[in-house]
């Protein structure tokens, strides 16, 4: 009678413990359809636009570009996510959506010799 008392009881906390890691399992998949996170998934720089990781690494390799460029040094560039999750290209605090609407060739060069590279380390 005693050991029935205990498996039954074991059973009960087994049961308890499933349904349990079930319910976390379910509630961590819950997301938002285009959720932005609430904090950065990396250290950004005070003032700059969050995008995402492959983003920021070709906005290094083209800051990189750019300040060796004497004509384009001072460009302030930012690479952010657009609400709808596209790329947003900020230059002197002016957005552009793509590439073709830079001001500048060299830039727009530029850009996509970044693009090439970054493609190239994959």
């Known amino acids: 009678m005693i050991i029935s008392s205990l498996l039954s009881v074991g059973l009960v906390v087994i049961l308890i413990s499933v349904g349990l890691l079930v319910?976390?399992?379910?509630?961590?998949n819950q997301t938002k359809a285009n959720a932005r996170p609430e904090k950065?998934?990396?250290k950004t720089e005070e003032g700059?636009?969050?995008?995402?990781?492959?983003?920021?690494?070709i906005e290094d390799l083209l800051r990189a570009k750019v300040?060796?460029?004497?004509?384009?040094?001072?460009?302030?560039?930012?690479?952010?996510t657009a609400p709808d999750g596209g790329l947003e290209i900020w230059v002197d605090e002016k957005k552009y959506s793509s590439v073709d609407e830079?001001?500048?060739?060299?830039?727009?060069?530029?850009?996509?010799?970044?693009v090439k590279i970054w493609e190239n380390r994959k």
């Open 67 to 80: 300040s060796a460029n004497p004509q384009l040094k001072n460009l302030k560039l930012d690479l952010g």
């Open 40 to 42: 950065p998934l990396f």
């Open 102 to 114: 830079l001001p500048n060739e060299q830039l727009k060069d530029f850009f996509q010799e970044a």
């Open 23 to 28: 319910w976390m399992f379910l509630k961590s």
């Open 48 to 57: 700059e636009r969050q995008a995402a990781p492959f983003a920021e690494q």
